[in-house]
């Protein structure tokens, strides 16, 4: 079942998203040749305390981290730790907060500094997929319409669509019903409804959309090599389309024209 939140709980979870906007701004001004990931996710959880927040990720089913920071070939939950930044990669960084028992979500990826055209054609159809997808999680659309929306942008640069992951609901848990495909899966799916809570994330990939776990059970990187890119918003279905809850007025992805 897909829980419809009202007004009083979309505004804490908001407060939860926005938390997680802070922190992605202040991760984004970091990301530079040389910095550790595990540099970036000790400040990542020292914002998330001070803002009255609790770092959603860190304990779930055993993670040891506030943030997933994810480079280059790794398309997500990669954990913290002694890896440098090099100039030119793709950072991806997903951060989850719970604020008074109240869930947000969102993931963005950045170029270290300059980077090869591809890898910015990368983020940029990854981050215009979001954009899109949250155009179509509007009341009286379909869940198979938000996928959809990701798969024909992505396929249309010749990129690739991760199917092992999925996107979700989000409100008292950070993990609830429905899963969100960034495909076409054949299925409609339900009817979306207002107030209704997902966490869109598109996690695109610059060659196959295949993926393996690596020994730590986590970190999941593209069978091939390739680098990866993810965007992700927490959004609350509406008449005209996704409200974003994790959007800063300092750092605003998915929110491209098309």
């Not at 609830?176 to 495909?183: D, G, K, R, V």
């Amino acid at each position: 079942m897909i829980a419809i939140r009202s007004e009083r709980e979309i505004d804490l979870l908001r407060r939860a998203n926005q938390i997680v906007a802070e922190v992605h701004v202040a991760l984004d001004a970091m990301v530079r040749p040389g910095i550790t990931t595990r540099e970036l996710d000790a400040v990542a959880e020292e914002i998330i305390l001070a803002s009255g927040g609790t770092p959603a990720f860190k304990g779930y089913r055993g993670y040891p981290a506030a943030t997933c920071v994810s480079i280059e070939e790794v398309v997500v939950h990669g954990i913290p730790g002694d890896r440098k930044v090099k100039r030119g990669e793709i950072v991806s960084i997903d951060v989850g907060v719970c604020y008074k028992g109240y869930y947000g979500d969102a993931a963005r990826s950045v170029a270290c500094g300059p980077t090869d055209k591809k890898r910015k054609r990368l983020l940029e159809t990854t981050d215009l997929a979001l954009s899109r997808a949250i155009r179509a999680a509007r009341a009286g659309n379909y869940l198979r319409d938000i996928g959809r929306a990701v798969e024909r942008t992505c396929r249309a640069e010749r990129f690739s669509v991760v199917r092992d992951f999925v996107g979700h609901g989000i409100g008292t848990e950070m993990h609830e019903e429905p899963q969100i495909a960034n495909f076409d899966t054949g299925d409609r799916g339900p009817r979306l409804r207002t107030g209704m809570v997902l966490a869109i994330e598109p996690m695109v990939n610059m060659g196959t959309e295949r993926v393996k776990v690596l020994r730590d059970r986590w970190t999941a990187v593209t069978a091939d090599g390739k680098p990866s890119a993810h965007f992700e918003h927490s959004v609350v279905v509406r008449e005209d389309g996704g409200e974003i809850l994790s959007a800063s007025d300092a750092c605003v992805w998915g929110q491209c024209d098309g």
